[in-house]
């Protein structure tokens, strides 16, 4: 029998960040769309494209990002690379709310050009740069290659990837170390905290990027091998790892257990790019950026309802997208075109901003989710 999924990465609470302020916990009641109609709800259309018509309506963007109000707790603009401010390995620190890579020259090479920006729940920002941990050269994994990192799920610890295992900073204390891996799999290519714990998943390789084996390991501990691939596993807001695959006219989620694993197959009455979808999920919904071959195509996130496989909601965004979290009130956090961290509620179909990133543009093939990091949930 398949266990209720609660599946999450990494969520960000935004009190207020999304278009329903109710302290109700239950779901809003979806807005009825009936086919052949227009729909009540702003930016909806039925859309043509990768779905039928059996497919929800096609909600867009709004024209302009200058009209949609800003969340509650909005952040404003990140600062930029040059910006002055407190470091983290100061101490001093507070739990961070978001990490955010900053983009350095292109030509630039190692460390040095390693630059992290921390949006603290004091609402201060803190920069950490990463030469300063005393990494050595050797250990650089390649240009902006520690993207974001990761967040633990309380925001106190950061983890990023290194060429010989994985780097933990404590952001309230400015201490930090380095966990070595085995030297059969040493090159960390992913991380993530597994929610509601203080455990990190790697995703490692072996130095000629043969091999690869997913590893966990504590704030203290050791790496020790794990059984599910975490190239292709999100997490269960309970931990347990997720793995999503569209075959066209459907989409089976296995979930990994100790008992073993779990799988649960949604037919689809419309066609769904075939794929490992990216999945972001929230207690009730998963929301799914649809995969594409052609990186010159806008792209579809799509909202399942988590237990019957319902396709809820579907929006139209553009490349360099990514879906990052779940609000509290049950909307999507998401970057828009490398540059716009908003929030939208499928339900109402309802935008807010909380953070615009600053320029550069993104270079062809960037991906947006490198850009913010928010803590596991």
Known sequence: ??????????????????????????????????????????????????????????????????????????????????????????????PARLAHQVPGSPHGHGWATERV??????????????A???????????????????????????????LSGVVLVDLITGEHHHVAFPRTSPEVRHVAWVPGTHVVSAYASSPEGRRFTTFRLGRRGAP??????????????????????????SLSLSRSVEVGPIALQWSL??????????????????ALLQPTHDDRRPRTVWVFDKVSGEALERLRVPIHSAIDGWTEHGALIMTISHRHVVTWDPATGAFHRWLELAPPDPAPGDRADDAIALPAR
């Open 1 to 94: 029998m398949w266990v209720r999924l609660s599946v999450a990465v990494t969520v960000l609470v935004l009190t207020g960040g999304c278009s329903s302020s109710s302290d109700s916990s239950e779901r809003p009641p979806r807005p009825v769309v009936i086919p052949g109609q227009a729909s009540a709800r702003p930016g909806h259309d039925q859309g043509h494209g990768e779905a039928h018509d059996s497919a929800p309506a096609l909600q867009r963007l709004p024209d302009s990002w200058r009209s949609v109000p800003w969340a509650t707790h909005r952040a404003g603009r990140a600062p930029s690379r040059r910006a002055v401010i407190p470091g983290v390995l100061d101490g001093h620190g507070a």
């Open 117 to 130: 920006l921390f949006l603290g729940r004091d609402g201060r920002w803190r920069a950490l740069d990463l």
């Open 132 to 162: 300063d941990l005393g990494l050595p050269e050797r250990w650089w994994p390649g240009p902006d290659s520690s993207q974001a990192g990761a967040l633990s799920t309380d925001g106190r610890t950061w983890a990023a990837p290194t």
């Open 224 to 249: 020790q091998q794990a059984s599910y691939d975490g190239s292709r596993s999100t997490f269960d807001v309970d931990g347990a790892p997720v793995a999503i695959v569209s075959g066209g006219r």
């Open 269 to 286: 009455p419309f066609r769904f790019a075939r794929g490992t979808p990216f999945g972001v999920f929230s207690d009730e919904d998963v």
